[in-house]
């Protein structure tokens, strides 16, 4: 296994400039890689098997969608079956309607952790990443590179690196965060 110091990027610019502060520090090309991660969710096209069927935290949120809907359902019907002396029968139906979409949202928020954090997603990023086994440079100084360049999260990974590349990336897996997540800068320094 390699160390890999990674810095994610909300910029094409900023992500260039990290590369090119990297070689300017000496890191040989074949020791750095850059490549855009896709959002949460979108990673379906993958050749490694694909995305989580959900988010983490929201493990739940079917079941509870599922009894919300039902109650919702059976209340809105009730309230229906009330104004349906007014409006017709056509209220009994809308109000189920009503009552089993009300339902389901509150039943699925009701089911979801809040305890998951967001730094636990990769959020779409550019991503450098830095082969720092190689001796090109020092974690500490790649660390640097990538905050001075305006990263909005810089990664420790164990993983494999070949024909210049971080090869066994994985998008859906959680970032080792060397710093917390935080928000992006509106342009990197020039």
């Known amino acids: ?4 110091i990674a810095g994610g990027f909300t910029t094409n610019e900023a992500a260039g400039q990290a ?3 990297l070689v300017a520090a000496g890191v040989n090309e074949e020791n750095l890689c ?3 991660v ?14 989580r069927p959900e988010s983490p935290g929201a493990t739940e949120a079917g079941g509870g969608a599922v009894k919300g809907a039902a109650v919702g ?3 809105g019907a009730a309230a229906g079956a009330v104004v349906s002396t007014v409006l017709g029968p056509v209220a009994i139906a809308g109000g189920a309607g009503v009552g089993a979409y009300t339902g389901a949202l509150v039943g699925a928020l009701g089911k979801m952790d809040r305890h998951t954090h967001r730094d636990e997603l990769r959020p779409a990023e550019n991503l450098v990443a830095v082969n720092v086994d190689a001796g ?3 974690e500490a100084r790649a660390i640097s590179i990538f905050e ?3 990263a909005i ?4 990974a164990e993983g494999t690196w070949s024909n210049g590349e971080w090869s066994d990336f994985d998008p859906i897996t959680s970032p080792q965060l060397i710093r917390p997540t935080r928000e992006p800068r509106s342009a990197p320094p020039g």
């Open 1 to 4: 296994m390699t160390t890999i």
């Open 148 to 150: 001075e360049c305006g």
């Open 38 to 51: 896709n959002p949460p969710g979108e990673h379906d096209g993958l050749a490694i098997g694909g995305d």
């Open 153 to 156: 999260q810089v990664e420790r």
């Open 73 to 75: 359902a059976v209340a």
């Open 34 to 36: 850059s490549f855009r």
């Open 19 to 21: 590369l090119q502060l």
């Open 136 to 138: 090109d440079i020092s």
